[in-house]
């Protein structure tokens, strides 16, 4: 147990305090989870900020997950005055609350997560969690707040449930950091929902507002690369099938120009939202790059349409040997094969064999997925 927690510490330290969007080791809530756990969300301004106090924490919770384990701490209290009630019915444009921020120490004085950097004065989007009458953030082991830039005018009230106010809120905020790319950066990782887990497939976006959802669209046309493709993978993750094309060609940008592009076309392969299929099955015969090509395979098996089942046959004869294996594994799926659905050692072994039974079953049943 004690090293699963410590696996867990080591990936998170490495998700937070390098802010890389793309590791993907971590859950992070997705806004709607986000603003269900928290008890308050507020536009607010830091009005005073404490001195830090070193301590031990022995128990906490992130996400539904306990821990139990002896870790350092750095504590600071922090009085935050409420500008705009986003969620908190006992809260009051004025209102002065006090939070407790912290850091947890997992590596050492200096190398902690959990506490960015505040200043007082300025305007942030607090999301908080409420334990036994104190306030601090609803995610102990990262602050998900974020700094409203003073260029973003908010109004008195929005209209609307918390997750729709709170959606409204941050496309202000994505619409005013358009010359910051790291603030930019830092609003799409919140809105990354981390480890994703493709159960059913969805026809619809995962965000609540339409507001949202264009504001991170407009972010496709930044000059910026890594804010493009950190749209891109976000508007991939809650299924907007038009970033497929966009995050698309920036892999093939980067690739061109030499750049390392492992994991950049790994949110293709998260897709789940069946609109996307005409170009998922068109990205499966990319002739320049094997790894969108291996996406859209990873995809189009994940989501299991049987209208894909051609385009899987197809790709059985792909150069590269993981397209071939999710193509198969995929129409293992379609069919509901679970014999021929092999892991990637046993496909390997029997590669021949299964290719053969698969293109024999495709002459067999062709007629079957024509008109789907």
């Known amino acids: 147990m004690k090293s699963v ?20 080791g971590v859950y992070a809530p997705s806004v709607g989870e986000l603003v269900d756990q928290c008890a308050i969300v507020i536009v607010g301004r830091i009005t005073h900020l404490g001195p830090g ?54 590596t050492g004085r ?113 000059h910026d690369a890594q804010v493009r493709r950190d749209a891109a993978s976000v508007l991939c993750d809650v299924g907007y099938a038009p970033a497929l094309a966009k995050l698309a060609d920036i892999v093939r940008s980067d690739a061109r120009a030499g750049g390392n592009i492992s994991g950049e076309a790994s949110p293709i392969g998260r897709f789940s939202n069946r609109d996307g299929l005409p170009e998922l099955h068109r990205l499966l015969f990319d002739p320049e790059v094997p790894t969108l090509r291996s996406a859209a395979a990873r995809a189009l098996r994940e989501i299991g349409a049987p209208s894909s089942a051609p385009f899987l046959v197809r790709a059985l004869a792909d150069d590269a040997s993981d397209v071939r294996y999710l193509a198969a594994t995929g129409l293992a799926g379609i069919t509901g094969d679970h014999e021929h659905f092999l892991s990637m050692d046993a496909f390997k072994a029997n590669e021949a064999a299964e290719i053969e039974f698969w293109s024999s079953w495709w002459n067999a049943n062709a007629s079957r997925f024509g008109d789907k």
């Not at 927690?5 to 993907?24: E, I, R």
């Open 5 to 24: 927690f410590l696996g867990f510490v080591v990936v998170l330290v490495l998700t937070v305090v390098c802010g890389s969007a793309h590791a993907y």
């Open 53 to 106: 106090v070193a301590g031990e924490r022995t128990r906490f919770s992130s996400h539904g997950e306990e821990f139990s384990h002896p870790v350092p701490i750095w504590v600071k209290l922090a009085t935050v005055q409420a500008l705009l009630v986003v969620k908190g019915d006992r809260v009051k444009p004025g209102t002065k609350l006090v939070v407790e921020f912290v850091e947890y120490r997992f």
């Open 110 to 222: 200096g190398g902690g997560v959990g506490l960015p950097s505040y200043a007082v004065g300025e305007r942030r989007l607090f999301f908080l969690g409420e334990t036994a009458g104190r306030l601090a953030p609803a995610e102990p082991l990262w602050d998900p707040s974020l700094v409203v830039p003073d260029n973003v005018t908010l109004p008195a009230r929005l209209d609307g449930s918390p997750i729709e106010k709170t959606e409204r809120s941050l496309a202000r905020l994505i619409d005013g950091s358009h010359s910051d790319p790291r603030a930019l950066h830092r609003i799409l990782l919140v809105l990354r929902t981390g480890t994703v887990h493709i159960a059913e497939p969805v026809r619809t976006s995962k965000f609540v507002t339409s507001e949202l959802l264009q504001a991170v669209v407009r972010l496709l046309d930044l």
